[in-house]
């Protein structure tokens, strides 16, 4: 079992930045993929990143690409979101996600969620 909690949520004005963590405890020796996918109020959660175990493969929401960057340090088990140039449409709740393919944490059907975190981007 691995159990993610995420922190680093909160309200930022458009044009803004924000780092989400996401804190990986449990069987987190085994590798595995991470990934942070949102669902805003009245829609369906969607992919915004994932990153391989090693770090090396990373994949990105056209939505989200050049404005976010996804990273990870093993030594800590968490993986960070940092969200820059912010705009209204990224207002949502922020889930980590784990799993030990890394295809799979891109394609959301994924083994572990957290909690999430509120993100609030304001005019």
């Known amino acids: 079992q691995v159990q993610l909690v995420e922190s680093g949520g909160g309200l930022v004005q458009a044009g803004g930045s924000l780092r989400l963590s996401c804190a990986a405890s449990?069987?987190?020796?085994?590798?595995?993929?991470m990934g942070w996918f949102r669902q805003a109020p009245g829609k369906e959660r969607e992919f915004v990143a994932a990153?391989?175990?090693?770090?090396?493969?990373?994949s990105y929401a056209d939505s989200v690409k050049g404005r976010f960057t996804i990273s990870r340090d093993n030594a800590k088990n968490t993986v960070y979101l940092q969200m820059n140039s912010l705009k209204l449409e990224d207002t949502a709740v922020y889930y980590c996600?784990?799993?030990?393919?890394?295809?799979?944490?891109?394609?959301?059907?994924?083994?572990?969620w957290g909690k999430g975190t509120l993100v609030t981007v304001s005019s």
């Open positions: 990153i391989s175990w090693s770090g090396g493969g990373t």
């Open positions: 996600a784990a799993d030990i393919r890394y295809g799979t944490v891109v394609g959301g059907a994924v083994s572990y």
């Open positions: 449990g069987r987190t020796n085994n590798g595995y993929a």
